[in-house]
């Protein structure tokens, strides 16, 4: 059985292109839109306490 992808919230780093077609439906937030200055602990903060179903989608940096 496999998820669907609609189901799920997530939020969309700020190294993540925002106009990217992939992200441009209603069930991403760009963190750009929220705060462009939010440090990794804010981010978590922010999915937990809003009802805990953002999934969070950061770059990897190596």
């Given at each position: 059985?496999?998820?669907?992808p609609?189901?799920?919230?997530?939020?969309?780093?700020v190294?993540?292109?925002?106009?990217?077609?992939?992200?441009?439906?209603?069930?991403?937030?760009?963190?750009?839109?929220?705060?462009?200055?939010?440090?990794?602990?804010?981010?978590?903060?922010?999915?937990?306490?809003?009802?805990?179903?953002?999934?969070?989608?950061?770059?990897?940096?190596?």
């Amino acid at each position: 059985m496999t998820s669907n992808p609609n189901n799920y919230r997530f939020l969309v780093d700020v190294n993540l292109p925002k106009y990217f077609s992939y992200f441009n439906k209603d069930n991403f937030m760009h963190i750009v839109d929220l705060d462009p200055r939010m440090s990794d602990k804010e981010i978590w903060e922010y999915a937990i306490k809003n009802s805990g179903a953002h999934l969070v989608l950061p770059r990897m940096h190596e």
